[in-house]
Nanobody, 121 residues
Framework: QVQLVESGGGSVQAGGSLRLSCAAS????????MAWFRQAPGKLRVGVAV???????TYADSVKGRFTISQDKLEITLYLQMDSLKPEDTAMYYC???????????????WGQGTQVTVSS
């Protein structure tokens, strides 16, 4: 059974940085698309960044140039480096994985429990 565990969230002032991690276990192979989503209170869950097994990436317009998704396949760990954080980035951040390509749509099969990111002005 695939399990995803996020870490690295916290509180930071606007302009600061955080690095989120997602530790994956239970994979039978590394051929999975992995993604970061976020959900603010009262809002829908939206895609932030996605990485394919070949390393190609896709970002939401709202985070382009500020966030970087990467993956350490040896440890099957997913990362999200978040720079120049803004108050509107405040949300619960979720890691997701699937063998299929869903892009930024929240159609992934496997989800973590989330890690909270709070950005103050």
């Amino acid at each position: 059974q695939v399990q995803l565990v996020e870490s690295g969230g916290g509180s930071v002032q606007a302009g600061g940085s955080l690095r989120l991690s997602c530790a994956a276990s239970g994979y039978t192979s590394s051929s999975n698309c992995m993604a970061w989503f976020r959900q603010a209170p009262g809002k829908l869950r939206v895609g932030v960044a996605v990485i394919r097994p070949d390393g190609t990436t896709t970002y939401a317009d709202s985070v382009k140039g500020r966030f970087t998704i990467s993956q350490d396949k040896l440890e099957i760990t997913l990362y999200l480096q978040m720079d120049s954080l803004k108050p509107e980035d405040t949300a619960m951040y979720y890691c997701a994985a699937d063998r299929n390509w869903w892009g930024l749509r929240p159609m992934y099969t496997y989800w973590g429990q989330g890690t909270q990111v709070t950005v103050s002005s």
